[in-house]
């Protein structure tokens, strides 16, 4: 974002916030780890029950990169 002039001066902190029962970036950013898939994943919001992202990769080292702390 920096680079294509959209933001000046620090990078913004980026955060995950997922459903109890389907969280896998959160808990593998909290075990320092890739995330396995989520099984007999549950939550009332069906849209985000997503047991196994797609770009799980980018969204952790986006995250890890934007200075992120595990906050409840």
């Known amino acids: 974002m920096i680079a ?3 933001i000046e001066g620090p990078m913004p ?9 389907c969280a896998p970036v959160v808990r593998a950013f909290e075990a320092r780890r890739r995330h396995r898939a ?3 994943a549950a ?3 069906s849209g985000l029950r997503v047991p196994a992202p797609f770009a799980e ?4 080292r986006s995250i ?3 200075g ?5």
Not at 68 to 72: D, E, G, I, P, T
Request: net charge positive.
């Open 4 to 6: 294509m002039g959209w």
């Open 13 to 21: 902190r980026l955060v995950s916030v997922q459903a109890t029962g």
């Open 38 to 40: 989520v099984e007999n």
């Open 43 to 45: 939550t009332v919001a």
């Open 57 to 60: 990769a980018l969204i952790l």
């Open 64 to 66: 890890r990169e934007s």
């Open 68 to 72: 992120a702390r595990r906050s409840r």
